[in-house]
């Protein structure tokens, strides 16, 4: 069974930075686009930022500037560098991969989510 895991959330101060990290773990064949999206509370889900295998990369917004996406293929790893952070980032932050599980076979695969909270 193919699951990504996320860490890094936690409790830091407007200003402050934190580094979230996603890996998937399992049997798969690749992974092809990886992202972030977060969800805060009464609001849906929204798109964070996305890179390609290839690494290019795209930003919402509101993060440009401010976050940093990246991957280590080799270790099947997505991370989220962000900076300068503000209470309106707090939110659930999930991972996203769009795994080929075989040949055949490509899944889009969500993590467990991780709480960040931007609060004095």
Not at 51 to 71: E, L, P, Q
Not at 89 to 95: G, H, L, N
Request: charged fraction near 20%.
């Amino acid at each position: 069974q193919v699951q990504l895991v996320e860490s890094g959330g936690g409790l830091v101060q407007p200003g402050g930075s934190l580094r979230l990290s996603c890996a998937a773990s399992g049997s798969f064949v690749s992974i092809n686009a990886m992202g972030w999206y977060r969800e805060a509370p009464g609001k849906h889900r929204e798109p964070v930022a996305t890179i390609t295998s290839s690494g290019s990369t795209n930003y919402a917004d509101s993060v440009k500037g401010r976050f940093t996406i990246s991957r280590d293929n080799a270790k099947n790893t997505v991370f989220l560098q962000m900076n300068s952070l503000k209470p309106e980032d707090t939110a659930v932050y999930y991972c996203n991969g769009e795994v080929r599980l075989t040949r055949n076979n490509l899944r889009d695969l969500w993590g467990q989510g991780t709480q960040v909270t931007v609060s004095s």
